[in-house]
């Protein structure tokens, strides 16, 4: 089981979200993540094969809310990770992508946005959350 995750649909964020071509998305669901004091990660793999071109960034922005169904915003202090592509890179399906720790003391509930600002950016990914055992 080496080099594998177990993932259950109940930690998905979105299963096969669109990799975002110069603009910025919410995954589908929230989760409710409160209490969990910094022992949780949200990890987006490549569910197909996805691309983002030369110095191109991909950013992850964590938004909280204090219900499922209400307007979710960026954590504050503003909470989010970003990696620039020094080169065309090709992500092969299953290859993580990007991982973001989730801090201690956000909402009840959690919801990744996930931005690019390459137009040509191709792919779905897996965006859910892990537990971090300690």
Not at 10 to 23: I, L, R, W, Y
Not at 47 to 69: G, N, P, Q, R, Y
Not at 118 to 132: C, I, P, Q, R, S
Request: aromatic residues 6%.
């Amino acid at each position: 089981m080496y080099n594998h995750k177990l993932i259950f649909e109940s930690n998905m964020f979105e299963d096969g979200m669109t990799v975002p071509a110069n603009t910025n998305a919410d995954a589908d669901a929230g989760m409710r993540v409160g209490g969990q004091e910094g022992r949780l990660a949200v990890t987006i793999t490549a569910k197909t094969s996805c691309l983002i071109h030369d110095e191109d960034i991909l950013t992850v922005t964590l938004k909280d809310c204090a219900t499922e169904s209400g307007s979710y915003a960026a954590i504050s202090p503003a909470y989010s990770v970003s990696i620039t592509h020094a080169a065309d890179t090709t992500y092969a399906a299953g290859d993580e992508i990007i991982s973001i720790l989730v801090p201690p003391g956000v909402g009840k509930w959690l919801k990744p946005n996930i931005a690019t600002d390459d137009a040509g950016a191709t792919g779905t990914m897996n965006v859910f959350v892990e537990y971090l055992a300690v």
